[in-house]
């Protein structure tokens, strides 16, 4: 087991809730610092890192593994970007090799499952990620093949949705709700890490961070508008959707009628960690600053949206 989580943020509120099954730990973890000065929930899906002994056992080779799917240690960024904006924060401690949380819980390769399985299991825009390897539970990575020395039984992929799935998308859902009620609108940032993305070119200098909104389906364009503005005001590389729109969570949580936006960034982890893309590295300061700015502007801008309706497409 490898439960290397942050200690508790001073001043926050912890609500802890599911349970990694093998370990009898909390599987996700929800922070509020007061009452939210800004309507804006921080996620990190993809952060856990608390391994039950017998699953790590499972893996063909269990470091690569998580240094390969894990969003490594972006929860050193999102933790003090919450902090110093008095945001809610949520955590998942559960990995994402055991469960994905960014997929729909229909996303299942059921070829890596033994037991009943569904009948018929259909080929859909459902498990079309499981199809490439990267469904609700990750069956290969590019470049190193297949994850797992055995199945999978569906006694143990009931328990892993039960445990891990279910109740972390409860709570995501029930905070989003919570901050509407209160302000009438909110904004959800699921926060990713990317490996550095390749060159196209010699003289390509690729994009740090990515925002994705669905290709427009998941927020105002408004706010789109400004953390890109912002980001490359403050001189770093940024694209728009591509190569990552955002996933299941945008879909899912992206009501934009009713209130409530939602956008994922991803952060290239050459910015934050180490040359091996392991460690937290000394440019990680900058980076939380850098957000803790991104943040405080989406999230002024968010808090007026329900005084003078949505905010105006920006010009072509």
Known sequence: MDDTRAEPWAGAEHVSGGEIPGLSLPSYRLCRFGECAIPVLIAAPHCGRAYPDDMLASLREPDEARLRLEDRHIDAVAGPVASANGTSLLLAQAPRAMIDLNRSVDDVDWGMVQGSKPKPVRHSLAN?????????????????????????????????????????????????????????????????????????????????????????????????????????????????????????????????????????????????????????????????????????????????????????????
């Open 128 to 316: 079309r990620r499981s199809r490439s390897g990267l469904g609700l539970v990750p069956r290969r990575i590019p470049g190193m093949g297949e994850l797992w020395r055995r199945p999978l039984t569906k006694g143990e992929l009931d328990a892993w949705i039960a445990g891990i799935y279910t109740p972390y998308h409860a709570a995501l859902g029930s905070e989003l709700e919570r901050l509407r009620d209160r302000w009438g609108v909110a904004l959800l940032i699921d926060l990713h890490s990317m490996p550095p993305l390749k060159r196209t070119h010699p003289q390509d200098r690729p994009a740090e961070f990515v925002i994705g909104d669905r290709f427009g389906a998941s927020c105002d364009p408004g706010l789109v508008d400004l953390a890109l503005r912002y980001l490359a005001t403050h001189g770093r590389r940024v694209a728009h959707n591509r190569p990552y729109s955002g996933g299941y969570v945008l879909d899912r949580y992206g009501q934009t009628a009713r209130g409530i936006h939602a956008l994922q960034i991803e952060v290239c982890r050459s910015t934050y960690l180490d040359a091996r893309l392991d460690q937290p590295s000394a440019r990680l300061p900058a980076i939380v600053k850098l957000l803790s700015g991104l943040v405080r502007t989406l999230g002024a801008e968010v808090a007026t949206m329900a005084r003078r309706g949505p905010i105006a497409q920006a010009a072509e």
